[in-house]
Every structure is written in structure tokens, then in C-alpha cells.
């Protein structure tokens, strides 16, 4: 028996492996037992070879998922296995996951829709000789997505369970490859990392056997922390984190289920298998668990978020210090944290900042990521890729020069992050040449793939991260054209796809829902769009008709915007077009000065103007277009020593962050947040610092909505010109 659960009917649903009666090795074995203990029936599954189940679920019609590993059939030694059986044993159907290695599946829960989610280890894909593996399957056992999490070491997921609001928590070991880590991760409904938590690195046995949600809103899990079972429990943003070592005789968990007091019921081994009943803080013992007996985790929290309340045998609850972030209820701070027990605002969280040497840098492109930080992708020293990591309030938390590798001088061009945060890197070299290089989130480079296209080398211009860790790169070949290719995380090509011919450039790309594409190029000079299937068969080029709309019932751009259009993700209707305004940068939509970012509000554009012939005469430029593509507000930054915007990208919260470069004597790479309206710093935004972007929007299409800082929301008319009138948000006669 490897695992069971409630039938919803009193009984119990026992799964595990068998060899008496198998075809193969072993068969999957699963057995109905009914509220009185009775067995109703027992039955064996499997092919010719070995096939086992380790977890399994009662699904809302009754019937049962059954998860594990096949070698029947396999791709690899072992493939993840999901089998649906029927509420009486009949066989439904199976589905097979997996690669050229072993992977498997070792736990299971269901989404709110009835999906599937299974999670388990794979050595198939991600970053180190065995990841962390979750799939998502819908009802028909069809892959929905699935995603690899860890290091360069060992890592494995062994439990998920999924949370009211449609995340899921995961729990399992983390490895750096010296030691391994009890690891608790939140991931959201697609797999993407929200937030990890990772215990103290010991040797010995070290992992989380078991993650359940609690109706506090916290995650509980028992485990065993270098070689001790022990009890864990972290809050819903991974933070505020308590651990508790049971009692010396305890056994190591092999099964946990939690109590409604907060409490756990531990199956495991000690000298003999033994079962235990403890309380929150690990005690199994009225005598061993003193003034913590009766008492619940929540009952020794003070709501206070710089403290953590524990619980001590001799003393009862016992409050600690923590150093978690927290919201010191600053109008323009970010990166607060606690101290003393209290909350201390952070640092501004609008700037202005020069990051570089004595060499010449620059950033082409900056993201934010999944757990908050921003990540800008450029040129070091002239020669060298270049990745730097910030916080919130533009503080360098990691930086690193990347390899350029044989050949001419090289570049980061742009960045894709998956789901468990490592980084996509799209490389180019100045002799026509690219590369995919990949990172985790350390940014410790963990691999590098030379792109290529029928033996030519390509220039990468953007990388996009799709579902189940895969890529679609778009660039050039200097005598092939545009190329878009779909690589796997490790950079095999699966498709590739050629567009025009020598001389034609690559300009945007967007993924749609829908898994199709929309990439942006000039061909012959004259600017293209295309929109491409899953597959990367063209769907429709040139001149996209109306027939040609989305899923999503989106139409293409007009050709005036095509050059930035795709990566808005298409989702003004009518097609935006950029005004005559007359400080509007020439180069805004231009090859390589350019970028944008779709927002709440509608698409957020970032170039340069330039009043002169020197280079000196430049400054950033910012600029904010409504649904209706009208120019909401247009805005100059920087100062008098030519300064360059390449990147840009809206944050979740609201503001918007930009990077390009400055000369104050060579280049340096340049990084600016704003509030969501292009104001800096916090002395000149005021409130609007705090303000996201629909904050003044007033639902009225034919106004333009902006924030000042004195005086608050503005709403003033759309001036169509040329006798035109604004009506629904469009300008017509």
C-alpha cells in the first residue's frame, strides 16, 4: 500500500503495487474498502512490465485518479502514469507522461474545475539531474500543462494539494547538491512560482512529506528535518515560518493527515511502523507537550506580522522577532521589512539609477518575475551578456557578466522566465550569430544552446516562455530571414519556421491564450505581420483579414503598427494608432529603439526623442495610449546627458519600469520606475505613487484619465481634430 483516501461515502480507496496475479513485475493495485472496513473489490492494472501506484484521488463524480510510474509502453525507464478507474474498479482510461528519463508522479489533487494536478519528479527535463515535475491533465487525461522546479541538484515534489483560490501547494526536498532542504513552494493556477520556502540546508533524511491547507489561511506540513520528524507551518505568502521537532521516539513519516485542531495523524517507522497522534507543535505526549497542550497555532499568533508566535512546553505561547517583509503604510516605499518587532518602511520606490563600469553597458529589456523582483537583460563592457536582478526599490541583488563564448562580442537581447523561475536568456553575437542561454534564478548559468537554422547561424530578438517549459525564440538569419522557432527548456528544436528572405528583420512577438503567435517583421522593408498556429504553420501573413481573428475574436493591427503591435498581445480593438503629437519620438516604433507594455488601461509605450544632431540632445521618452488608442499622456525623462529607453515593462501593483542607457561619459545601462502615469520621483507623484492604473479611470472612453499629483483624477475630452467627434471611445463623423 503506497497511499489512500475518503471515498465521501465512509469508505476508503487503498492504492499501491502488487505482484500476485500480474502481468508484468508489478501491477498498480487499487482496493474499495466500504465504512465498515469490507473489502467491496480489489483489482490489479497494468501491462507487461512494471507499473505501480503511489497516490490517489476521489474525483467529484465518483470515480478515481490513480497516480504513479509505467515501464510498459514508456518513452524513458519510467513514464508518470495517470489511470481513471470507475466508482466500481472499471477502467476508463490511462494517460503517460514523461521524456527519455525517468520521470513519475507520486501525488495527486483536483482543481476546481476537475482537472487533474499530479505531482512527482522528473528526470526528463528542467535544471539538474532530477527536478520537481507537476502536470496538469484535464478530465479526458490530456496534458493541460506541466512544468519542472529546482536546482542544479536532486529535487522531487512529494505532495499537493490545491488551495480554495485556485493555487496549489507543493512539498517535497530541495537540493544545492551539498545540502537538501525541507521545501514548501505556492504555485498559481497555471505552475508558475509564486513564492518558495526553504528550511535550513542539513545532511541526513530532509524533505516535506506532507502540505495541507488550514482554514487560517496558513499551510501546514510534517516532514523530517535532518533525520527528525518534524512538524512545519508557514502563512499564505510563504513567510512567518515555525518548525517543531517531535519527540526523539517519533517516527519517520512516511504518511501524514491533518487534524481539524491543527493537530496531525503520523504513520511511519521508528524501530517498528508505528502510528501517532500529535498536537500543532509536534507533542504526541500530554506530559511532553505541557502548556502547549490544547493549544492551536493561531491561538499564539498576536496579529502582530513582525512577530511569530510559538510555542514552548515550559512557557506556553512565546512571540519572536521576525525580518519578513511587511506594509509600513507608506505612500512611495517599497522593500519594507520588519525590524525590532515593528515595521520599517523601505526605500523609495520611484528612482532614477546608473548601473555600469568604466566599460560601455546598456539594457535592451527588463520583466518582472513571479516572485516580485525585475530582471534587466543588456551589453557589459561592450563584449558580454549581462543580467542584473533587482528588488522592488531597484536595489542589485544579483549581477552577472554572462559568458560570451567562442566568436564575436555578445549581448542579452531579452528574457522569458518558467514557471519555477529560471531564465530564458535570447544571446546575439555581433557577427550574425545567437545563442539560448539558461540560468536559475541564482543566476547561475545552467546551460547553453547555440541556435542555429539549417546550419545558419540566428540572431535572437525575442524569447517567450509557453507552457510545459517550452520556448518560442524569434529572430534572423542574415541570408534565410525571420526565423521563429519552438525549442523544448534545453533548447532542442521542435519546429522551426522561415519568413522572407536575406535582409528581412524580426520585430514582435506575442503569445496569445489561444497557444498561437503574432509575430511583427519587415519583409522588403515594408512592415508584416503573421499570425502562426501551435504548430508554427501560418494562420494568415501580410494584410490579416477580419476572417483571420483570434479565438479571442481579436483582429491584426493596421500596418502603421505593426512594428510594436504584437506584443501588446493584441488587445485594443480598433487597432491603436500613434498620434501626431508633436513631441512624439521619431524613433518610438522604430527597429530597436523601441518597446511597450500592455496594461489595465491599454498600452504603455517607452522610446527617446531627440532635439539635435548629438547624441547629447537625447532623452527618454514615455508615453501611454487608452483602448481607443488615443495619447492619454507623453512625458520626457531624464536629464541633459543623451539618455535612451530600449525596454519597458508595467508592474502588477502599478508604476511602470524602464531601462536603456545614459552617457554621462561612456554608456551605462539605465533603469527608471515611475508611477503609472511616467511621474518620478515620490516628491513629484504625490498620491499617485500609490495609485494603480484604473485608479481614475471614469468608464468614459472619450476621456483622457491621468493622475496629478495636486489635485488628484483628470478627466479631460478626447480632441479628435478634423471636425471628427469622439463617440464610444472611437472618433467619427
Not at 347 to 363: H, R, T
Not at 558 to 572: C, G, I
Request: charged residues 20%.
Amino acid at each position: 500500500m503506497e497511499a489512500l483516501a475518503a471515498t465521501g461515502k465512509g469508505g476508503w480507496i487503498v492504492a499501491g503495487r502488487t505482484t500476485t496475479g500480474s502481468v508484468g513485475g508489478y501491477d498498480g493495485r487499487a482496493t474499495l474498502l466500504g465504512a465498515n472496513g469490507a473489502k467491496v473489490w480489489d483489482y490489479t492494472y497494468g501491462g507487461t512490465n512494471d507499473d505501480e501506484f503511489y497516490a490517489v484521488e476521489t474525483l467529484a463524480d465518483g470515480t478515481f485518479a490513480l497516480a504513479g510510474r509505467t515501464k510498459t509502453a514508456s518513452i524513458g525507464g519510467w513514464d508518470g502514469w495517470l489511470v481513471r478507474v470507475s466508482a466500481d474498479g472499471v477502467w476508463m482510461g490511462e494517460s503517460r507522461f514523461g521524456g527519455s528519463e525517468h520521470d513519475e508522479l507520486v501525488a495527486v489533487a483536483v482543481a476546481a474545475n476537475g482537472d487533474v494536478v499530479l505531482a512527482g519528479g522528473t528526470g526528463s527535463s528542467g535544471a539538474g539531474l532530477y527536478d520537481g515535475w507537476v502536470v496538469r491533465a484535464d478530465k479526458a487525461g490530456a496534458v493541460v500543462w506541466k512544468h519542472s522546479y529546482g536546482t542544479v541538484g536532486t529535487d522531487v515534489i512529494l505532495d499537493i494539494v490545491a488551495l480554495p483560490d485556485g493555487d496549489f501547494v507543493v512539498g517535497g526536498r530541495w537540493s544545492d547538491g551539498t545540502f537538501g532542504k525541507c521545501w514548501i513552494a505556492r504555485l498559481d493556477g497555471a505552475g508558475r512560482t509564486k513564492w518558495n520556502w526553504l528550511s535550513p540546508g542539513t545532511q541526513g533524511l530532509t524533505h516535506i512529506t506532507r502540505v495541507q491547507s488550514q482554514p487560517d489561511g496558513t499551510i501546514a506540513a510534517v516532514g523530517t528535518l535532518g533525520d527528525a520528524a518534524t512538524v512545519f507551518r508557514v502563512d499564505g505568502a510563504g513567510r512567518n515560518a515555525t518548525w517543531a521537532k517531535m519527540e526523539a521516539n517519533s517516527p519517520q513519516p512516511h504518511h501524514a493527515w491533518a487534524t481539524a485542531d491543527g493537530g496531525w495523524w503520523v504513520a511511519g517507522s521508528s524501530e517498528t511502523f508505528a502510528v501517532v497522534r500529535t498536537d500543532a507543535w509536534g507533542h504526541f505526549g500530554c506530559a511532553s507537550a505541557g502548556k502547549c497542550a490544547g493549544l492551536s497555532h493561531r491561538s499564539c499568533q498576536d496579529q502582530n506580522p513582525c512577530t511569530t508566535g510559538t510555542c514552548e512546553p515550559a512557557k506556553g505561547c512565546v512571540q519572536a522577532q521576525n525580518t519578513d517583509p511587511c506594509d509600513a503604510g507608506a505612500t512611495c516605499t517599497a522593500e519594507d521589512k520588519c525590524s525590532g518587532g515593528m515595521c520599517q518602511a523601505g526605500l523609495p520606490k520611484l528612482f532614477s539609477q546608473v548601473k555600469g563600469s568604466a566599460g560601455n553597458e546598456l539594457f535592451y529589456s527588463v520583466q518582472t518575475t513571479f516572485d516580485g523582483r525585475l530582471v534587466g537583460c543588456g551589453i557589459y563592457g561592450s563584449a558580454s551578456p549581462w543580467l542584473v536582478k533587482w528588488d522592488a526599490a531597484g536595489t542589485t541583488v544579483g549581477a552577472v557578466p554572462l559568458p560570451s563564448g567562442a566568436g564575436a562580442a555578445t549581448g542579452c537581447y531579452s528574457s522569458a522566465e518558467f514557471a519555477d523561475g529560471r531564465l530564458a536568456l535570447a544571446i546575439f553575437r555581433f557577427d550574425g550569430t545567437g545563442a539560448l542561454y539558461v540560468v536559475d534564478r541564482n543566476l547561475s548559468q545552467v546551460g547553453t544552446v547555440p541556435v542555429t537554422l539549417n546550419g545558419a547561424g540566428t540572431r535572437i530578438h525575442r524569447v517567450k516562455a509557453v507552457d510545459n517549459d517550452e520556448l518560442v525564440l524569434l529572430g534572423y538569419a542574415a541570408d534565410l530571414g525571420v526565423v521563429v522557432l519552438r525549442t523544448d527548456d534545453s533548447g532542442k528544436p521542435l519546429w522551426s519556421k522561415k519568413m522572407g528572405g536575406k535582409g528581412d528583420w524580426a520585430y514582435g512577438l506575442a503569445t496569445l491564450p489561444s497557444g498561437e503567435f503574432w509575430v511583427g517583421m519587415a519583409l522588403g522593408g515594408t512592415p508584416h505581420v503573421a499570425r502562426l498556429g501551435k504548430d508554427g504553420n501560418a494562420k494568415c501573413k501580410s494584410n490579416c483579414s477580419a476572417a483571420s481573428r483570434d479565438s479571442s475574436g481579436r483582429s491584426p493591427p493596421s500596418q502603421t503598427t505593426v512594428r510594436w503591435w504584437p506584443e501588446s498581445r493584441a488587445q485594443l480593438a480598433p487597432a491603436p494608432r500613434l498620434p501626431a503629437a508633436s513631441t512624439r519620438p521619431a524613433t518610438c516604433c522604430g527597429r530597436g529603439r523601441a518597446s511597450h507594455s500592455t496594461t489595465p488601461a491599454g498600452i504603455a509605450l517607452a522610446g527617446h526623442t531627440q532635439a539635435g544632431a548629438s547624441d547629447q540632445s537625447r532623452d527618454g521618452w514615455l508615453g501611454a495610449l487608452d483602448a481607443g488608442g488615443h495619447l492619454v499622456w507623453e512625458r520626457k525623462v531624464g536629464g541633459d546627458q543623451g539618455e535612451v529607453l530600449f525596454g519597458l515593462a508595467a508592474l502588477p501593483s502599478g508604476g511602470l519600469v524602464a531601462v536603456g542607457y545614459t552617457t554621462p561619459a561612456s554608456e551605462d545601462g539605465w533603469i527608471i520606475r515611475t508611477d503609472a502615469w511616467g511621474q518620478l520621483p515620490c516628491a513629484v507623484s504625490g498620491p499617485c505613487a500609490k495609485a494603480d492604473f484604473t485608479s481614475c479611470d471614469d468608464g468614459d472612453g472619450c476621456t483622457l484619465d491621468v493622475c496629478l499629483p495636486l489635485g488628484g483624477c483628470k478627466h479631460d475630452p478626447v480632441q479628435c481634430g478634423g471636425g471628427k467627434v469622439c463617440k464610444a471611445g472611437v472618433c467619427g463623423l
